[in-house]
């Protein structure tokens, strides 16, 4: 055989070598393959109890163990309190309905950014997007840590409040330990998901039937005059339902997976008029429990209402509701977190973030950058601020994109009249929302003007620099200052585009 046989024969085997080597790689690729289209593109199918069960489970967490302090103090009597509560639910179903309408016509990912999008164009969804990632969800995420701080030190401080350091520290500790959590493993993130939500229910069932119990024992003193020394005025009005609809929030949570839903056009109107008056019934049957052991003075003086009522009627076994609240409060954090990614994920693929924050993890397929950015952004905004202060700052951000994405619904019906809409609500329904929204955003301002307002207009607003500079003219320069820090994360998180490992 001569040379240039040997050097084809060597070709040859060379060749078998890398076939083999190829075959032997392919089924941990595929498997690669199929576990990050489940991330990416989970693949479940949920039925009406299922889709009820989310409402109620995403809606209610550490909100109600928080917000009926701030609630009485605006209005001052148990009355409108009450009044403020139910009102709060039926506002959230409303603004659901609406939002089960533009998810059944625009079947697209990325909560109100399509909406926006397609009804007003790229400016309204990409400050949406911006003040999402920005301020709305860290917010959210760090006002649950601070209620869960709150509750997890009250016990070790009986009759004073906790110090602001102690509280602001378990709240960090909380967000770094879910943060790692959910950059580990989305499987552990979902487990520890399910036991917290069985966990909320368990506290949520106690108080109620304390109550219930309390009530048929003639405990009523406290609803005599329930309308007495009340203050009424469209400002406390506004700032109480800030409160209140906080612990609504989520009620807009099942758009996110319209796809998944089984008959949506049946069953995501169905989920939603009988998950949200469930919790609406829920909560002011928690708020009259409250009521039962304790007079108005009292609550606004309780440092954690929960603590004070469990203290009151389940003592010497009172140690229960924190432990439970505790539960609650870190599950609503976990799932705040656990959702964090698919945000993240539309805006970096639009182009509208670092392109790095829509990266995945190529040994644990978590979407690891948008998780750490979310809980640095958080621990951020625990340090200047306190409960209330960051209530009525995300309720006042969050309330304008719920305002503008309800008036997309009107302006589509005349705009966009070929889009079919499987799910059609009267039209008295998107119009009542957003004339709500309008007095929400406005009222506070004109009767109780404060700086937290104009920070964060200015802040929205700002993301109008931002859109120019990086995703409109996409000047070169911004482009060497972003490629570099995209590259060396990359490297440091060991992180890959999705469409590497979906694809």
Same mark, same amino acid.
């Given at each position: !055989?001569?040379e240039?046989?040997?050097?084809?024969?060597?070709?040859?085997?060379?060749?078998?070598?890398?076939?083999? &080597?190829?075959?032997?790689?392919?089924?941990?690729?595929?498997?690669?393959?199929?576990?990050?289209?489940l991330?990416?593109?989970?693949?479940?199918?949920?039925? =009406?109890?299922? $889709?009820?069960?989310?409402?109620?489970?995403t809606?209610?967490?550490?909100?109600i163990?928080? &917000?009926?302090?701030?609630?009485?103090?605006?209005?001052?009597?148990?009355?409108?309190?009450?009044?403020?509560?139910?009102?709060? @639910?039926? =506002?959230?179903?409303?603004?659901?309905?609406?939002?089960?309408e533009? $998810?059944t +016509?625009?079947?697209? &990912?990325?909560?109100?950014?399509? #909406?926006? +999008?397609?009804?007003?164009?790229? %400016?309204?969804?990409?400050?949406?997007? *911006?003040?999402?990632?920005?301020?709305?969800?860290?917010s959210?995420?760090?006002? %649950?840590?601070?209620?869960f701080?709150? #509750?997890?030190?009250?016990?070790?401080?009986? @009759?004073?409040?906790?110090?602001?350091?102690?509280?602001?520290?378990?709240?960090?500790?909380? %967000?770094?330990?879910?943060?790692?959590?959910n950059s580990?493993?989305?499987?552990?993130g979902?487990y520890?998901?399910?036991?917290?939500?069985?966990a909320?229910?368990?506290?949520?069932?106690?108080?109620?039937?304390s109550?219930?119990?309390l009530?048929?024992?003639g405990?009523?003193?406290n609803?005599?005059d329930?309308?007495?020394?009340?203050?009424? &005025?469209?400002?406390?009005?506004?700032?109480?339902?800030?409160?209140g609809? *906080?612990?609504?929030? $989520? *009620?807009?949570?099942? /758009? #996110?997976?319209?796809?998944?839903l089984?008959?949506?056009?049946? /069953?995501?109107?169905?989920?939603?008029?009988?998950?949200?008056?469930?919790?609406?019934?829920?909560?002011? =049957?928690?708020?009259?429990? #409250?009521?039962?052991? +304790?007079?108005?003075?009292?609550?606004?003086q309780?440092?954690?209402?929960?603590?004070?009522?469990?203290?009151?009627?389940?003592?010497?076994?009172?140690?229960?509701?924190?432990?439970?609240?505790?539960?609650?409060?870190?599950?609503?954090?976990?799932?705040?977190?656990?959702?964090?990614?698919?945000?993240?994920?539309?805006? $970096?693929?639009?182009?509208?973030?670092?392109?790095?924050?829509?990266?995945?993890?190529?040994?644990?397929?978590?979407?690891?950058?948008?998780?750490?950015?979310?809980?640095?952004?958080?621990?951020?905004?625990?340090?200047?601020g306190?409960?209330?202060?960051l209530?009525?700052?995300?309720?006042?951000?969050?309330?304008i994109?719920?305002?503008?994405?309800?008036?997309?619904?009107?302006?589509?019906?005349?705009?966009?009249?070929? =889009?079919?809409?499987p799910?059609?609500?009267?039209?008295?329904?998107?119009?009542?929302?957003?004339l709500?929204?309008?007095?929400?955003?406005?009222?506070?301002?004109?009767?109780?003007?404060?700086?937290?307002?104009?920070?964060?207009?200015?802040? %929205?607003?700002?993301?109008?620099?931002?859109?120019?500079l990086?995703?409109?003219?996409?000047?070169? *320069?911004?482009?060497?200052?972003?490629?570099?820090?995209? !590259?060396?994360l990359?490297?440091?998180?060991?992180?890959?585009?999705p469409?590497?490992?979906?694809?």
């Amino acid at each position: !055989m001569g040379e240039e046989g040997l050097r084809k024969r060597k070709g040859e085997d060379k060749g078998r070598e890398d076939t083999q &080597s190829i075959q032997s790689r392919e089924p941990q690729t595929t498997n690669l393959q199929k576990q990050a289209k489940l991330f990416l593109f989970p693949l479940w199918s949920v039925g =009406l109890i299922s $889709g009820i069960c989310m409402i109620v489970g995403t809606i209610i967490g550490s909100g109600i163990f928080v &917000s009926p302090k701030s609630v009485l103090a605006n209005v001052e009597a148990v009355g409108p309190c009450l009044t403020v509560w139910a009102a709060c @639910g039926v =506002l959230a179903t409303l603004g659901a309905l609406c939002f089960a309408e533009l $998810g059944t +016509m625009i079947t697209k &990912s990325g909560g109100e950014y399509p #909406y926006l +999008m397609e009804a007003f164009g790229p %400016i309204p969804a990409f400050l949406f997007s *911006w003040t999402s990632l920005l301020v709305t969800k860290p917010s959210s995420f760090a006002i %649950i840590c601070l209620s869960f701080a709150e #509750y997890a030190s009250a016990p070790f401080y009986p @009759g004073c409040e906790p110090p602001q350091a102690v509280i602001k520290c378990l709240a960090a500790a909380a %967000i770094v330990v879910i943060t790692i959590v959910n950059s580990l493993s989305v499987k552990l993130g979902s487990y520890l998901q399910n036991f917290l939500t069985a966990a909320k229910m368990i506290i949520v069932t106690i108080i109620i039937v304390s109550g219930i119990v309390l009530l048929a024992q003639g405990k009523t003193e406290n609803f005599k005059d329930s309308f007495k020394d009340s203050k009424i &005025s469209v400002s406390s009005i506004s700032l109480a339902f800030y409160n209140g609809l *906080w612990a609504y929030d $989520g *009620w807009n949570q099942l /758009n #996110y997976i319209t796809e998944e839903l089984q008959n949506p056009y049946r /069953n995501l109107p169905l989920s939603i008029i009988i998950g949200i008056p469930l919790v609406t019934v829920c909560y002011v =049957l928690i708020n009259v429990s #409250y009521f039962t052991v +304790m007079t108005s003075t009292e609550l606004l003086q309780s440092q954690a209402v929960a603590v004070t009522f469990g203290d009151r009627v389940l003592y010497p076994a009172s140690w229960i509701v924190p432990l439970f609240v505790v539960f609650s409060t870190i599950g609503s954090a976990n799932g705040t977190c656990f959702t964090a990614g698919r945000l993240v994920y539309v805006a $970096g693929r639009e182009g509208h973030m670092l392109k790095v924050l829509s990266y995945i993890s190529v040994k644990r397929l978590t979407p690891a950058p948008a998780i750490i950015f979310y809980g640095a952004i958080a621990i951020i905004y625990i340090i200047p601020g306190d409960i209330e202060t960051l209530i009525n700052y995300f309720s006042f951000a969050v309330w304008i994109f719920y305002g503008l994405t309800i008036l997309a619904l009107i302006v589509m019906r005349f705009t966009r009249k070929e =889009l079919e809409r499987p799910i059609r609500v009267p039209i008295v329904i998107p119009v009542v929302v957003t004339l709500v929204s309008v007095v929400l955003v406005l009222a506070p301002i004109i009767s109780a003007p404060e700086l937290a307002y104009l920070y964060c207009i200015l802040f %929205i607003l700002s993301g109008l620099i931002v859109y120019a500079l990086f995703v409109h003219y996409k000047f070169s *320069w911004a482009q060497k200052i972003s490629n570099p820090i995209t !590259m060396h994360l990359q490297m440091l998180l060991e992180v890959v585009p999705p469409e590497e490992v979906a694809t």
